[in-house]
């Protein structure tokens, strides 16, 4: 990825990623299943997948009785294990792409990660990067604004929105776009309190130290650039590692 230098330049560093690779694990329902959001019952229904409807496996792990998969329509939940059948073959992904490292000393904690709900949800495309914007309000048309100008989500991150400078726009796609009102969306982990109860242990025993400028700021915000496979399939810096006002 390369960035057009401006005058008021910040620099990016990418760690380099990781040259591990992972199996995708292709799989067939095995009876009429419904494709949800979340691993639970009580999550919202993303689409109802007919027997003999072929998935890949985002995780081979089940996670409370249930397989993170990818339908071949590309949409991305989870579905009961027990009506998942495993094929035999698996298809290997292509190895990670070494990342450019370039000056500028922004660094990522990755002990974050920790604490980042479901992480196997996000898809990492670079592990560490500083980005510069805006912060805009990301309750402007919501029920409830919040002083703070983010979301409160129910895992106790922040859902904020930063209008990104321009040497930066590449970093969005179409569901930021759609979705995110042109905004880069950044989450900091554990902010607040937890309210959902699959996501209290990412948080326990642990408080957040990323100061949040005020909207209308124009800061410097560094940590892992990644998609998040749910809803639209957005852009976002998650976890934020750190948030700088700078001129």
């Known amino acids: 990825m390369k960035f057009i230098p401006a ?8 760690l380099v990623a990781c040259p591990c690779s992972v199996g ?19 999550s919202p229904v993303l689409e109802h ?4 409807a072929r998935v890949t496996l985002v995780d081979a792990t089940a996670d409370s009785g249930f397989y993170h998969v990818r339908t071949e329509d590309d949409l991305v939940g989870w579905i009961f294990a027990k009506y998942v059948s495993l094929s035999e073959v698996t298809t290997p992904l292509p190895p990670a792409t070494p990342s450019t490292v ?6 990522c904690d990755a002990s974050l990660w920790n604490h980042v709900y479901h992480s196997q949800r996000l898809i990492v495309n670079q592990k560490c990067i500083a980005v510069t914007g805006t912060i805009a309000d990301a309750t402007a048309n919501q029920t409830m604004r919040e002083p703070d100008g983010v979301r409160h ?3 106790g991150d922040t859902h904020g929105w930063l209008k990104v400078d321009p040497e930066f726009q590449n970093l969005l796609n179409a569901g930021n776009m759609n979705e995110e009102g042109g905004n880069l969306v950044f989450e900091i982990v554990c902010r607040y ?14 408080k957040d ?4 400028p005020p909207v209308g700021s124009h800061v410097r915000i560094v ?21 700088t006002v700078v001129p």
């Open 7 to 14: 005058r008021r330049a910040i620099w990016v560093l990418f």
């Open 24 to 42: 995708a694990q292709q799989a067939t329902v095995n009876r009429n299943v419904i494709l949800r959001r979340d691993p639970s019952t009580a």
């Open 49 to 52: 997948l007919s027997k003999g």
């Open 102 to 107: 370039v000056p500028g000393g922004a660094q």
């Open 153 to 155: 989500e129910n895992d």
């Open 193 to 206: 309190p937890v309210t959902q109860p699959d996501a209290k242990t990412a948080c326990q025993g642990y």
């Open 209 to 212: 130290q990323v100061a949040l």
């Open 223 to 243: 940590g892992t650039y990644v998609q998040d496979t749910f809803h639209a399939k957005w852009m976002e810096i998650h976890p934020v590692t750190s948030i």
